[in-house]
């Protein structure tokens, strides 16, 4: 069992920058791949960026691909999802996520996923 708990969203005016963190429990997070997904109002849940069990790999989708970067410390059981040059449509919650049997194609897609955090909201002023 893996707890997930989300943190660091916010208000930002655009063109800012926020930092998310996931603190995962127990002692098997990096038996785990991470990966922070996101649901605006109205649309479905995105993947956003993932980062394998040893943070060897990391993967984005497009739309924020040089803006987001994805890192975690083993030690401290935590997975971080750096923000920048924030834009309105970054508007949503974001989710962080644990998946056990990660492969390229399973740590993009949000099915595959075990455990999720309760989200955490990041709102981007005009």
């Known amino acids: 069992q893996v707890q997930l708990v989300e943190s660091g969203g916010g208000l930002v005016q655009a063109g800012g920058s926020l930092r998310l963190s996931c603190a995962a429990s127990?002692?098997?997070?990096?038996?785990?791949?991470m990966g922070w997904f996101r649901q605006a109002p109205g649309k479905e849940r995105e993947f956003v960026a993932a980062?394998?069990?040893?943070?060897?790999?990391?993967y984005y989708a497009d739309s924020v691909k040089g803006r987001f970067t994805i890192s975690r410390d083993n030690a401290k059981n935590t997975v971080y999802l750096q923000i920048n040059s924030l834009r309105p449509d970054d508007t949503a919650v974001y989710y962080c996520?644990?998946?056990?049997?990660?492969?390229?194609?399973?740590?993009?897609?949000?099915?595959?996923?075990?455990?999720w955090g309760q989200g955490t909201q990041v709102t981007v002023s005009s």
């Open positions: 996520a644990a998946v056990f049997v990660a492969t390229v194609v399973t740590i993009q897609d949000a099915h595959y996923y075990d455990y």
């Open positions: 127990g002692r098997t997070f990096s038996s785990y791949a």
């Open positions: 980062i394998n069990k040893s943070g060897g790999n990391t």
